[in-house]
């Protein structure tokens, strides 16, 4: 029974050292339902601007309609939790 708890929290630590190191990678089913959300949004930024988080996802650098500038933050259902303006 402790072998199972061990192999869960190695595995745990390690994704917590991946979002630390910020090398997590989207998948590319992802990457199109987030850029196709934007689409909707009125809104367009680089696919490489979209960073994995511990919640979700920061897309930076992402330009709305009229211009404007914005950080979005999406959950790991792709909700925006948070969004600001740069």
């Known amino acids: ?11 745990l630590a390690f994704s917590t050292s ?11 089913e ?5 850029m196709a959300k934007l689409t909707v949004m009125e809104c ?5 601007d979209i960073e994995v ?8 650098d992402v ?3 009229g211009g404007k500038q914005f950080d979005i933050e999406l959950d790991g259902d792709l909700n ?5 303006a740069e």
């Not at 991946?18 to 590319?28: D, I, K, L, R, T």
């Open 53 to 60: 988080t511990e919640d979700g996802f920061e897309l930076d």
């Open 80 to 84: 925006e939790t948070g969004r600001r």
């Open 30 to 34: 992802t990457e199109a339902a987030i």
């Open 18 to 28: 991946v979002f630390a190191a910020g090398e997590a990678e989207v998948s590319a």
């Open 1 to 11: 029974m402790k072998t199972p708890i061990m192999a869960t929290v190695a595995a």
């Open 63 to 65: 330009i709305c309609k």
């Open 44 to 48: 367009q930024m680089a696919p490489d």
